[in-house]
């Protein structure tokens, strides 16, 4: 092969097109730089090097957005065209590789390589090589109509291995990769080679095409006709006076209409548009609205309604059989079938479960629809925020639908199920409504016997729907809302009942949905305890029962390889099957320590214990507040500061602390936001015992809200920060006086094993808390 190095030529790069040696192209150019370099080459001996951009948007490429390889063109014409372009025809003479870019201003030159073809034998496999290629381009032509026949005759006159693929590859539809893998292909065997492989995978794809246009064609095709032969039939049917399809469908909506005993207002709506129907016929779009309408309008259980079960005890029965605990849930359910079994008119009740997650708020709405024997529907209203989900869209609206509170009664079947609304405090609103707002007539005892959805606009009653809600808390529900509902609140179970529930329910239900018999695992109490205390940490049971699916899924595995494996998990073995534990309650210190108080928390998993650490430093008086908290607390810690300064004599303390003494407090697991109005005892307390250096007794806990002149205002929770501090092992809280009516929903093993003490300034939990003082 001979090559020409060295040669100094203007380059001009090209956008999504190659040109190959042989090729004779036409094609526009804009660029200022591309314009300089024709002109530069038109000057000289009209030869010009053309090469392609690796990605045809930049603007100005530099060497590393060119490929390596272009071709040295010669130049045939140029034309000027409007607009500042020229149209240029050249045609491909040589391969060449850039070597370097010499000059970019004011046109690009470049240092190139060109590679003269070389001469080859035309041996037997040579020949072979190009009769294929020819006849794989036939092939590629019956396939692609566009090109003309003409062209084979073209290649009927090329002897060079070479030259013929440059010229099949000139009129083959390629990407630009493998394009430029034909052009950089130097050899003209190896290129030969390369388009024979390329020129194949073309034909199969393109036979692909084919093959799936043709099935489009026959479908369209097929659609075109049933299309034809219905109007036919269509007019056919209107030429001999035969309405049979339309009068029949009439009909049937009439059974329809008779059969679901509508009220008055209901039967003449659905009547009207059944003879809207009939004059308008098949043909008008709007017969399938009216369709739809008197569809859902004779779904509807207007009149269809369940039997309730009259016998009270067997009711408490069933309740008490699927749910252990929740004693308020069916004391109101019981109350509730008391009085319909004497007054068969009562409205159902709106009931509002409120609890963390877990605890069985959803489990035992449909526990209550089988002891009732009613029908069970179900709506998750979280994250929902248009108006339209709860009413439904208006029938002026293309694909207008009724909203889901309709959809329920239709899935339900009956006018009076149990109907539950999950997560009603996980609503939002946007342009579209507040669906809070909509719920309002949904659950008003005194509108929603009348309650009409927009699609619909029918009164249909929801006044027998015992309808049940549910949320992680209140605050986020609107208060008209929460104002129409009786809340019940569901504090969560203590580990005791966690562990009686695992017993009676969790693990029976685990084994038999693992596939495992009751032979195969039995676990016992102690380690029912350690998987409560150290795996889970919430106020329900839902990660409980994953922890005892883990447990059985682990036995399953020991059960396949020896079906009459016995296995029993005890304390020993339980991190066998789980692992290392996972969570470990903040217990109480050994020992007392001065500036660290043990205070309770709620949170959303129940409650929890909230050490508080206070430490004094040389300074100036600032006070210093870390650990992640949020502004009620912070609140809280400056209040007790001014308190602890207004009454720092009376507590032993240097009146003047303020001038020369920081005060640090913190909060540990400064990760975890922490916030809440029940902190205040707590800062204060841990503030005047780093003061005054005397130690806060260890075995003691508190919570309570403070006043800048010292009143310990009372705080919730008091069960859950009850059952934390018992998990501690702390033996005395103190809580304030107004909570002593929540003492009563403690349980009464935490009763016994801790003294409650309640106060009412903050100068009595000093007395309490603090060592040396007496109590």
């Not at 209040?639 to 407090?665: C, L, M, P, Q």
């Not at 310990?712 to 008091?718: A, D, H, M, R, S």
Request: some cysteine; glycine content about 6%.
């Amino acid at each position: 092969m001979n090559e020409l190095n060295n040669s100094i030529l203007p380059l001009l790069p090209l956008r999504g097109i190659t040109i190959f040696p042989h090729m004779v192209l036409h094609f526009d150019v804009g660029r200022a730089k591309s314009i300089l370099a024709l002109e530069e080459a038109m000057v000289k001996d009209q030869t010009i090097f053309l090469i392609t951009q690796i990605d045809p948007r930049i603007e100005n490429p530099g060497q590393d957005e060119l490929y390596k390889v272009g071709t040295v063109s010669k130049i045939k014409q140029i034309l000027k065209l409007p607009g500042d372009t020229i149209r240029v025809l050249v045609e491909g003479v040589h391969r060449a590789e850039l070597l370097e870019i010499v000059q970019e201003d004011p046109f690009f030159q470049a240092r190139v390589n060109i590679h003269s073809e070389r001469e080859v034998d035309k041996t037997p496999e040579v020949e072979a090589y190009m009769r294929q290629a020819v006849k794989l381009f036939e092939e590629y032509m019956e396939q692609n109509n566009s090109i003309s026949p003409d062209v084979l005759m073209t290649l009927e006159g090329i002897d060079e291995p070479g030259k013929l693929a440059d010229v099949i590859t000139s009129y083959l539809l390629l990407k630009q990769d493998k394009r430029q893998e034909l052009l950089e292909a130097v050899d003209p065997v190896e290129r030969l080679s390369k388009l024979l492989s390329i020129i194949s995978n073309e034909i199969d794809i393109l036979k692909i095409e084919r093959k799936i246009g043709a099935k489009v064609k026959r479908k369209i095709d097929k659609m075109q006709k049933e299309y034809y032969l219905r109007e036919q039939l269509k007019v056919i049917q209107e030429e001999l006076g035969d309405k049979d399809g339309m009068q029949a469908e009439i009909e049937s909506y009439k059974k329809k209409i008779e059969k679901a005993k509508l009220p008055k207002e209901a039967k003449d709506k659905a009547l009207y548009e059944l003879s809207r129907l009939e004059k308008l016929g098949t043909a008008s779009p709007e017969s399938g609205v009216i369709r739809t309408y008197l569809d859902w309008v004779v779904d509807l259980p207007w009149s269809k309604e369940t039997k309730d079960v009259d016998d009270i005890n067997k009711v408490r029965e069933v309740l008490e059989k699927e749910h252990y605990g929740l004693e308020d849930v069916k004391e109101r359910i019981l109350e509730y079938l008391a009085v319909r079994k004497l007054n068969k008119n009562m409205k159902g009740p709106i009931l509002c479960l409120v609890g963390p997650p877990g605890v069985g708020k959803t489990s035992i709405a449909r526990s209550i629809a089988n002891a009732m024997n009613r029908k069970f529907v179900r709506m998750s209203l979280g994250g929902v925020r248009d108006e339209a989900e709860i009413r439904g869209h208006r029938k002026t609206y293309i694909g207008a639908i009724p909203g889901r509170i309709l959809y329920g009664m239709k899935q339900a079947g009956s006018k009076n199920p149990v109907f539950l609304l999950d997560e009603i405090d996980k609503m939002s609103s946007d342009f579209k409504g507040d669906p809070a707002d909509a719920l309002l007539e949904v659950l008003d005892a005194e509108q929603n016997s009348t309650f009409r959805d927009h699609y619909l606009e029918l009164p249909f009653d929801l006044s027998k729907v015992l309808f049940i809600t549910t949320a992680n808390t209140l605050d986020t529900i609107p208060r008209p809302l929460l104002d129409r509902m009786e809340v019940i609140e569901l504090s969560g179970y203590t580990d005791e009942e966690k562990a009686r529930i695992c017993s009676r329910y969790l693990i029976p239900r685990q084994i038999k949905e693992n596939g495992l018999k009751e032979e195969n695992l039995t676990v016992s109490e102690k380690a029912i305890k350690d998987i409560i205390n150290l795996y889970t940490r919430e106020s329900g049971v839902r990660n409980l029962e994953r922890r005892i699916g883990a447990l059985c899924r682990k036995v399953a595995i020991e059960v396949a390889e020896n079906p009459d494996k016995r296995v029993k998990i005890t304390q020993q073995n339980l991190q066998k099957y789980l692992g290392a534990p996972r969570f470990k309650y903040e217990e109480r210190a050994n020992r007392d320590q001065i500036g660290v108080v043990m205070g309770l928390a709620w949170t959303a998993y129940g409650g929890d214990t909230l050490p508080v650490e206070a430490v004094p430093m040389s300074g100036s008086g600032r006070l210093e507040l870390t650990g992640k908290l949020g502004d009620v607390m912070k609140e809280s810690a400056r209040a007790g500061y001014s308190f602890v300064r207004a009454h720092a004599k009376e507590f032993g303390i240097d009146e003047e602390f303020y001038k020369n003494t920081d005060i640090h407090i913190h909060v540990p697991e400064g990760a975890v936001p922490k916030d809440g109005p029940s902190a205040g005892v707590t800062m204060i307390t841990s503030m005047v015992s780093a003061l005054s250096k005397k130690p806060v007794r260890s075995d003691i806990a508190m919570t309570g809200e403070i006043t800048l002149t010292g009143r310990v205002l009372p705080i919730g929770g008091v069960k859950e920060k009850s059952l934390a501090a018992y998990r501690a092992g702390i033996k005395v809280v103190i809580l304030p006086s107004d909570n002593k009516k929540d003492i009563d929903k403690i349980p009464e093993n935490v009763k016994k094993k801790i003294k409650f003490i309640f106060v009412d300034r903050v100068e009595e939990v000093l007395e309490v808390a603090l060592k040396g003082e007496e109590s």
